[in-house]
């Protein structure tokens, strides 16, 4: 069973904790007393740790996550929009990369980092393969590659779309259009049955991408790959993802070849205000 641990000297009884819990189930009575769990709720804590993170005086604990394990805020590391909005813009799809090992101590890192993004109810499902091997990485696009042969013998609308015949041109070429030769793929996979994988999947994927030019290494989501992770049985047993998981996204990761020098303009947002 779940329990708040509330430290009596430091807890105010503002009832703050109570008013932030997602699932409504912290109780403070007549503030008068510490706050509680509600009696026959305390399963339905998601562990989001609202509450230890929003008690301006460190009053609070769950058993799985003391107040002492979660650090202050940092009000000197806060962006401001400007800094924010050219953080946004500055990142970009990499796809040329130097001919450079990535460490795997920048991978774990750049993980953690996206292991921080939200997840329906908190479930964080998510879990990562890093595949940091050029060779495999050369098979597994080539499989991606007889998907898309296959895709074209069936006359498939997005053969069309995306004129696959050429990306297939390029592979016979010695050009990888798949993987764009990087040196790492990383694929988030989850539970088959689990209804917010693919979301999930896809918000911690995106903090990866994020998080990558801060460690000095670019990102691309790798869309083919994905195409084939999801419909081409031989790439699915070779990635032989854990029993009941399956792929949800994927990215390459490497060093940068080049340095970009300017924000590229997107259309303007399509909005519908209704005020
Ligand atoms: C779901 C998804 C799949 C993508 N798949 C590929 C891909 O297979 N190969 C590739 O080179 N870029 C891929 N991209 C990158 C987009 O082409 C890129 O985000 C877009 O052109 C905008 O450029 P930017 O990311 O540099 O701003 C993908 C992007 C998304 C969001």
Same mark, same amino acid.
């Given at each position: ?65 003391? *107040? ?109 259009? *798949? ?97």
């Amino acid at each position: 069973m779940r329990h708040i641990n509330v430290d009596q000297k430091k807890c105010k009884f503002d009832g703050i904790c109570s008013a932030v819990c997602p699932m409504g189930i912290i109780e403070l009575k007549d503030g008068a007393t510490v706050p509680k769990l509600v009696a026959r709720l305390e399963d339905l804590c998601i562990t989001c740790g609202h509450c230890v993170a929003i008690c301006p005086h460190g009053a609070l604990s769950l058993d799985e996550m003391k *107040v002492e394990d979660c650090p202050p805020l940092r009000a000197d590391l806060a962006l401001d929009s400007e800094q924010a909005e050219h953080f946004f813009r500055s990142r970009r799809s990499i796809r040329v990369y130097r001919d450079k090992v990535v460490e795997r101590e920048k991978l774990a890192r750049l993980i953690d980092m996206a292991h921080y993004a939200p997840t329906a109810s908190n479930s964080q499902q998510v879990e990562w393969l890093v595949i940091n091997s050029k060779g495999q990485l050369q098979d597994l696009a080539g499989m991606s590659v007889d998907m898309l042969r296959y895709l074209i013998k069936e006359g498939h609308p997005l053969a069309k779309a995306y004129k696959l015949e050429r990306s297939v041109e390029a592979w016979e070429a010695g050009i990888d259009p *798949v993987l764009r030769g990087a040196p790492v793929l990383v694929v988030a996979h989850a539970p088959k049955g689990y209804a917010m994988a693919q979301v999930d999947s896809g918000i911690a994927l995106t903090f990866l991408d994020l998080a990558a030019p801060t460690v000095g290494l670019g990102a691309c989501w790798a869309g083919f790959f994905m195409m084939a992770a999801a419909q081409w049985p031989p790439l699915q047993q070779a990635l032989a993802l854990p029993d009941g998981n399956a792929c949800f996204g994927a990215m390459m990761i490497g060093y940068p070849k080049y340095d970009y020098h300017r924000l590229p303009q997107r259309k303007e947002a399509v909005i519908s205000w209704r005020e």
